[in-house]
């Protein structure tokens, strides 16, 4: 039985203090002992939300992460600069990030690799355009995000790893896939992942659907089979997060 896993993406928002006093009035709305719950917060946050969330089921994550050890790459943040604030998972291959910042999936396949190597979990994000879903290319698209990003990744690095499948046209939109899109393209990334691995492997993965959760909809994507929890934008900055988290 997979662990439900609800992770809230911060993105570019809330300074340190505004960031401490949104952990403060989350804290007890988020308590669920059944699911993993997340928060993706931005680089500068990391140290006081941490802090923050001690005492708490709270895990703090990253949105991003360099894929080399350390040295000259001005305003990139290492893998150990994370382990040592306490970060246990990071955000990987965000389509904002692959849109604005151009990163690659050989790029992100280096990062999953290098937070692998370092203990912490990576949320691997893929998910097709408008464009793509029209067209009928959305499972070929996903399936080579989701073949590269896990390049030389071995099966027991996969099972622990999660992906977050996020259709970009439904991130920040309001426009949320039917529960019926949602779970036939995560239905579809576990059987690219047995494909890859074994049908064990497939079964222990976790898959996050992503893309105008809300309160309302959370219950009804969470119960689909393939679909264990999700990422989330906008609706994390709320107190609707709380009722996320506790969607049963
Ligand atoms: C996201 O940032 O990954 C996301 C899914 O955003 P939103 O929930 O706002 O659509």
């Known amino acids: 039985m997979r662990k439900k896993i609800i992770a809230g993406n911060w993105k570019m928002n809330m300074t340190p203090s ?46 991003n992460m360099y894929f080399e050890e350390s040295g000259a790459y001005t305003g990139e943040v290492s893998p150990d600069m994370l382990t040592d604030a306490g970060v246990k998972y990071v955000v990987l291959g965000h389509s904002e990030r692959r849109e604005y910042f151009y990163e690659t999936n050989a790029d992100v396949n280096k990062k999953v690799l290098k937070a692998l190597e370092h203990g912490i979990t990576p949320i691997m994000c893929c998910g097709e355009t ?19 990003g896990f390049q030389n990744v071995t099966a027991d690095q996969a099972k622990t790893t999660v992906i977050a499948y996020e259709p970009i046209w439904a991130i920040g939109t309001g426009k949320t896939a ?4 949602a779970e036939e393209v995560c239905r579809g990334i576990r059987a690219c992942i047995a494909e890859i691995y074994d049908d064990a492997t497939a079964a222990e993965i976790r898959i996050q659907y992503g893309g105008s959760v809300n309160a309302g909809n959370a219950a009804e994507l969470f119960a689909q089979p393939d679909i264990d929890g999700g990422l989330v934008g906008g609706a994390s900055l709320k107190a609707d997060f709380g009722k996320i988290v506790n969607y049963k």
């Open 130 to 148: 408008l464009e793509q879903r029209e067209q009928g290319v959305t499972m070929d698209f996903i399936r080579q995000q989701v073949k590269v």
């Open 178 to 181: 039917t529960t019926e899109q």
């Open 18 to 63: 505004q960031a401490v006093e949104l952990v403060n009035t989350l804290k007890p709305l988020v308590a669920n002992e059944e699911a993993d719950v997340v928060f993706c917060v931005p680089a500068i946050d990391i140290v006081p939300v941490t802090e923050a969330c001690k005492g708490t089921n709270i895990q703090v994550g990253a949105e």
